[in-house]
């Protein structure tokens, strides 16, 4: 069954920039798409970025240019570079699975979760 674990998050002020991680056991994440998701407070689940299996990429409009996504299969280890940071990227941001392709950056098309990380964006 395979697992995912986030990291990296905190508190960061406007301009500024975090890495996160998501770091996979009981199996290899190059076998999945991963994407990132966020969730802010009374908002519904967001769908950030994904990473395929062949290494292709997809961003939402709100975070082109800002986010990068990349994956590290020695490492079994995906990350979300997020530079430019703005109080409303303010969330819990959550890592997820699917073995399934094609994807929409939906939540219902993944299957595994994580439990999350915070960001915080405040001066």
């Known amino acids: 069954q395979l697992q995912l674990v986030e990291s990296g998050g905190g508190l960061v002020q406007p301009g500024g920039s975090l890495r996160l991680s998501c770091t996979a056991s009981?199996?290899?994440?190059?076998?999945?798409?991963t994407g990132w998701f966020r969730q802010a407070p009374g908002k519904e689940r967001e769908g950030l970025s994904y990473i395929s299996i062949s290494g292709s990429t997809d961003y939402a409009d709100s975070v082109k240019g800002r986010f990068t996504i990349s994956r590290d299969n020695a490492k079994n280890t995906v990350y979300l570079q997020m530079n430019s940071l703005k109080p409303e990227d303010t969330a819990v941001y959550y890592c997820?699975?699917?073995?399934?392709?094609?994807?929409?950056?939906?939540?219902?098309?993944?299957?595994?979760w994580g439990r999350g990380t915070q960001v915080t964006v405040s001066s």
């Open positions: 009981g199996d290899a994440l190059n076998y999945y798409v």
């Open positions: 997820a699975a699917s073995g399934s392709w094609p994807v929409r950056l939906n939540q219902n098309d993944f299957d595994y």
